[in-house]
């Protein structure tokens, strides 16, 4: 079983007791029929029997000491073909013949020779593997004489309550206990992996290594903690990183996905999750009509079927779905329909026959009346698509006694731009770019009449203007026929027709 486990892993079973005997310098050497692994601690091996006895251990049972098995030596010699261990005066050897175990004059730190062959790939990722280790400041790790470098410390979390491991009644027991964790920056070409006290665990998703200063709960090959410690892990750093140190980009991360899935955020974070990573307005999307109605009133609606299920799920508790805002927003606008006095009424014919001239669409056109609400959002006009209507409130802040005031006519092609498409899209965009420039074009070439069309409808800015026949361009557009018909709606509000003027375009 131990022979299994890829040789770095095996390889780090030394470190890791180099490390728990507070050795200053610890170095590995690698060769393709073996390695050395050589520490300076002070006293070595205090009794050779720690050496042979599996589940052996002497280790104080502290959680800040890394072992607590007694087993991660012997599964390293089990694995190789030969090994000496040459600690403070006694040595023993592992060979074909058996156990032997000899007096030496070593007067410090402990020498590991394991014989096996490795092949060039796996000599790589053993190195690769013992080069992630942090070493603990002050200790000097390296491999194939070259150190290992610390990385450079980003932050220091603590107290950090964390289940860890202590050995009780010689049973390994799970229990909480205040520690540190510590973020480093990854070196060069490295991803963030999970550390237990410098050891590397396995890889983490996050951007940081994230060496956690007791021992952490593992199991057989110590490469991975249970997935409720590491969800629990990373929930810790999600809420303790998330107003300064996590971005829009990370946070929508796999990692982080799994902490909003995973539920136990507080409301207070996840929170700060929504606004940081949705625009102003979020809700959830519902049925394809709601949706629809929500983006036209400004909200802005997250797909739920593009997201994990459980990520869905938790977003229910601080977002709303686009069903339940429209029928809010219902509510708050209390918007009334307005019967249009005669300047509102020429802007609304003057909306449907742009509409027609540029847009190429047939709209009808209602006034209503609507407070801002409560978080002071003015609605200044709405448009359904589907029954192409388009709505003016009229305690909104548009110039119905001025249609060409840029902001009044910028709202009125938008709401123009819509009739092909609720969103604001790409579509949208280029839709908007269109008829701004179809209506810059008929300004330039119609201006005047444009003005004195409106004029007309108002009919009292100035009594002298004489309105004469629409020009024949203008008259003659394939949707006249329509238009007809059309005139007569109740609910666009018309002022009485001007004699002079076509009825089908009043
Ligand atoms: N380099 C070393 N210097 C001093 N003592 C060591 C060294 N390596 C191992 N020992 C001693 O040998 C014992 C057995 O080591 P082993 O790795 O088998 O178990 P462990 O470290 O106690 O637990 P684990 O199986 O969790 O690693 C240790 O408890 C320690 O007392
Ligand atoms: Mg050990």
């Known amino acids: 079983m131990a022979a299994a486990r890829p040789p770095g892993r095996l390889l780090l079973e030394g470190i890791q007791n180099a490390l728990d005997a507070s050795a200053m310098e610890v170095s590995v050497e690698l060769f393709p029929d073996g390695c050395v692994i050589e520490d300076d601690a002070i006293a070595g091996f205090a009794d050779e029997r720690l050496v042979?006895?599996?589940?052996?251990?002497?280790?104080?049972?502290?959680?800040?000491?890394?072992?607590?098995?007694?087993?991660?030596?012997?599964?390293?010699?089990?694995?190789?073909?030969?090994?000496?261990?040459?600690?403070?005066?006694?040595?023993?050897?592992?060979?074909?013949?058996?156990?032997?175990?000899?007096?030496?004059?070593?007067?410090?730190?402990?020498?590991?020779?394991?014989?096996?062959?490795?092949?060039?790939?796996?000599?790589?990722?053993a190195e690769r593997l013992l080069r992630l280790v942090v070493p603990p400041r002050g200790t000097t790790l390296k491999v194939n004489a070259r150190p290992v470098r610390r990385p450079r410390l980003h932050l220091v979390l603590s107290p950090v309550d964390l289940e860890t491991v202590v050995v009780r009644d010689e049973v390994?027991?799970?229990?909480?206990?205040?520690?540190?964790?510590?973020?480093?920056?990854?070196?060069?070409?490295?991803?963030?992996?999970?550390?237990?006290?410098?050891?590397?665990?396995?890889?983490?998703?996050?951007?940081?290594?994230?060496?956690?200063?007791?021992?952490?709960?593992?199991?057989?090959?110590?490469?991975?903690?249970?997935?409720?410690?590491?969800?629990?892990?990373?929930?810790?750093?999600?809420?303790?990183?998330?107003?300064?140190?996590?971005?829009?980009?990370?946070?929508?991360?796999?990692?982080?996905?799994?902490?909003?899935?995973?539920?136990?955020?507080?409301?207070?974070?996840?929170?700060?999750?929504?606004?940081?990573?949705?625009?102003?307005?979020?809700?959830?999307?519902?049925?394809?009509?709601?949706?629809?109605?929500?983006?036209?009133?400004?909200?802005?609606?997250?797909?739920?079927?593009?997201?994990?299920?459980g990520v869905a799920q938790t977003l229910k508790r601080v977002l709303e779905s686009s069903d339940a805002y429209v029928k809010r927003r219902a509510t708050e606008f209390g918007s009334t329909p307005v019967v249009p006095d005669a300047t509102q009424a020429a802007f609304g014919e003057l909306v449907r026959w742009l509409a027609r001239q540029i847009a190429g669409s047939v709209v009808r056109v209602e006034f209503f009346r609507a407070e801002p609400t409560a978080d002071g959002l003015m609605e200044d006009a709405t448009t359904d698509t589907a029954a192409r209507?388009?709505?003016?409130?009229?305690?909104?802040?548009?110039?119905?006694?001025?249609?060409?005031?840029?902001?009044?006519?910028?709202?009125?092609?938008?709401?123009?731009?819509?009739?092909?498409?609720?969103?604001?899209?790409?579509?949208f965009i280029d839709r908007l770019q269109f008829l701004a420039g179809a209506v810059a074009r008929l300004s330039s070439e119609e201006g005047p009449r444009l003005v004195e069309r409106f004029y007309a409808g108002v009919g009292k800015r100035d009594p002298d203007t004489v309105v004469g026949p629409i020009p024949p361009r203008f008259a003659t557009t394939d949707d006249v026929t329509e238009v007809r018909g059309d005139a007569t709606e109740p609910a666009s509000g018309a002022p009485p027709a001007d004699p002079d003027v076509p009825s089908d375009v009043s």
Do not use: C
């Open 389 to 427: 209507l388009v709505r003016f409130n009229v305690l909104g802040g548009l110039r119905f006694d001025d249609p060409f005031d840029p902001t009044t006519l910028g709202v009125v092609l938008h709401e123009l731009a819509h009739l092909d498409t609720p969103e604001h899209d790409r579509r």
């Open 172 to 309: 390994e027991r799970v229990v909480e206990r205040d520690t540190s964790v510590s973020l480093y920056a990854p070196r060069r070409g490295e991803e963030g992996h999970l550390f237990e006290m410098g050891i590397p665990i396995g890889p983490l998703g996050t951007p940081w290594h994230v060496d956690v200063g007791q021992r952490i709960p593992l199991g057989e090959g110590r490469d991975r903690p249970p997935e409720r410690w590491l969800l629990r892990l990373k929930t810790i750093l999600v809420e303790n990183l998330i107003h300064r140190y996590l971005d829009r980009r990370e946070l929508r991360a796999d990692w982080v996905q799994e902490v909003i899935a995973g539920g136990r955020l507080e409301a207070r974070t996840l929170d700060a999750y929504v606004s940081a990573v949705f625009p102003r307005g979020a809700v959830l999307s519902s049925g394809s009509r709601a949706n629809d109605r929500a983006r036209q009133i400004g909200a802005h609606v997250v797909d739920v079927a593009t997201m994990p299920r």
């Open 52 to 125: 042979y006895t599996v589940f052996l251990s002497d280790k104080p049972d502290e959680p800040t000491k890394r072992g607590r098995m007694g087993r991660g030596l012997k599964e390293l010699i089990a694995s190789m073909d030969g090994a000496r261990v040459e600690t403070v005066g006694t040595t023993v050897t592992f060979d074909d013949a058996g156990r032997h175990v000899a007096r030496n004059q070593r007067t410090r730190g402990t020498r590991l020779e394991l014989d096996r062959t490795f092949s060039a790939p796996e000599l790589d990722e």
